[in-house]
């Protein structure tokens, strides 16, 4: 199994937070850009969060700066999302990803290209409610 498994969505209230994770084997995680992406029905799929698994240095969307913050766990291969302060705009299937060869840092960050990520998860739900 190749393919990154993400857990934790749901559905929650305006405010509300959920904490998404994301486990993917070794050989995949290890000095390599991770990454949250979304998708609403009937838009675009959009970057989130990307962080590489070395430094940790991490970055966002604009739309999520101050509410969402991606870490990881280098001993477990897992990555995270906390999403606090969570939006009707919010909601989506979340997935997670991790980079291909074609990956390059710019200044150290990862890209939140999808282009650019050839491991995808299946999904997770994430309804944010009014």
């Known amino acids: 199994q190749v393919r990154p498994v993400e857990s934790g969505g749901g559905s929650v209230q305006v405010g509300g937070s959920l904490r998404l994770s994301c486990t993917v084997r070794?050989?995949?995680?290890?000095?390599?850009?991770m990454a949250w992406f979304r998708q609403a029905p009937g838009k675009e799929r959009e970057g989130v969060a990307a962080?590489?698994?070395?430094?940790?240095?991490?970055t966002y969307v604009d739309s999520v700066k101050g509410r969402f913050t991606v870490s990881r766990d280098n001993t477990e291969n897992t990555l995270y999302l906390q999403m606090d302060s969570l939006k009707p705009e919010d909601s989506g299937t979340y997935y997670c990803a991790a980079a291909g060869a074609v990956m390059q840092l710019r200044s150290g960050y990862c890209s939140t290209q999808g282009d650019e990520y050839a491991h995808w998860g299946q999904g997770t739900q994430v309804a944010v409610s009014s």
């Open positions: 962080i590489y698994t070395n430094s940790g240095r991490a």
């Open positions: 070794e050989y995949i995680y290890r000095n390599n850009c």
